[in-house]
């Protein structure tokens, strides 16, 4: 069937069926979802974090509700490597989907490791630098908050990457996120997703202890979603347009409106995590109300939402 509307973007020289994608860490590596959803019907997907060796993760309790959102300490718990490549690319191999996996480590020679291991896979469209967990106690999150590692670590993983699309996922925790993106920017990166979770604490006042094993945790959900809109807006004015670079906007995306504040705010794309733990097949109900909201608004291509923020009147 003919799409009625145009909902493709263009985002890092990929031509996406739509702009919307799963967020790292909140979707597996696909096949958790295929029950539940059309996961073809996405425009990305983005795997779960993958490290050089397999990890356990955090101590549990890791997941706790909060009255807004969730806070997570899973510790990039994953497969390593070695099982990725064995057992979950022959399942992505199959999706029409643009995937990108997500890349973790402790040191930039991990980072490069990884990447160069995958870089000539077919399957892949490109990869997510993940170098902003709030929920790892060495490597990651010194990166993510650094400049100059930022600029160290984007070159040195772009020049692995070969052709593929290199997104680097910038941290909000920052004194201001410009200077890190323009990092990015500066060390090859040719999109850049934000945001990353916010490192916060929930109490049990009965043992005044806290609820989580790890003590922290990574704030998602709801309760960031006008931080992470102002952070994307923030960014494109001051680094992404001009740089010509994409941004992928995420952070509390639960409905289409959520998303076309995103794409309005300077977002080419937009990603959807902890909502698909309470709607698994939310990605997909937002692509739908994505068409409605063109229709309703006479827009004939979605792309022309990115960065038409309007001043107040």
């Known amino acids: 069937m003919t799409e009625r509307f145009d909902m493709s973007v263009e985002f890092a020289g ?5 702009p919307v994608f799963t967020a790292s860490g909140t979707c597996g590596y696909a096949d958790e979802l295929a029950d539940f959803m059309d996961v073809d019907a996405l425009g990305g997907f983005i795997t779960k974090s993958i490290t050089l060796k397999p990890r356990k993760g ?28 064995a057992e979950k690319l022959p399942v992505i191999a199959h999706m029409k989907s643009a995937v990108f996996v997500n890349v973790a480590g402790t040191t930039i020679e991990e980072y490069v490791a990884v990447v160069e291991r995958l870089a000539d896979e077919k399957a892949l469209a490109g990869f997510e630098l993940n170098i902003s967990c709030p929920n790892v106690k060495r490597g990651g999150i010194s990166f993510g908050t650094d400049p100059t590692q930022v600029e160290e670590i984007t070159r040195a993983v772009k020049k692995a990457c070969g052709s593929k ?31 990353n979770t916010f ?66 705010a300077g977002a080419t794309a937009v990603a959807v995590g902890t909502a698909s ?10 692509v739908a109300g994505l068409r409605d909201y063109c229709d309703r608004k006479k827009i004939n291509r979605l792309a022309e939402l990115t960065g038409s923020l309007d001043r107040p009147v």
């Not at 806070?71 to 490549?85: C, K, P, S």
């Open 58 to 85: 955090n101590p549990t309790p890791r997941i706790v509700e909060t009255d807004a959102g969730m806070l997570n300490a899973i510790g990039l718990a994953n497969v390593g490597l070695e099982r990725f490549v």
């Open 199 to 264: 490192t916060a604490m929930v109490i049990d006042i009965e043992t005044r202890r806290p609820v989580l094993a790890n003590r922290t945790g990574g704030l998602s959900g709801p309760a960031i979603k006008p931080v992470a809109v102002y952070l994307v807006n923030k960014v494109y004015r001051e680094v992404a347009r001009e740089a010509g670079i994409p941004l992928l906007g995420l952070g509390g995306i639960r409905t289409a409106a959520d998303a076309i504040e995103f794409l309005i």
């Open 165 to 195: 699309v290199l997104i680097v996922k910038l941290a909000p925790a920052v004194t201001d996120i410009s200077v890190t993106a323009r990092a990015a920017v500066a060390g090859g990166a040719d999109a850049l997703s934000l945001i």
């Open 14 to 18: 990929l031509t996406l069926a739509n």
């Open 277 to 286: 733990f309470v709607e698994p097949d939310c990605a997909v109900q937002i």
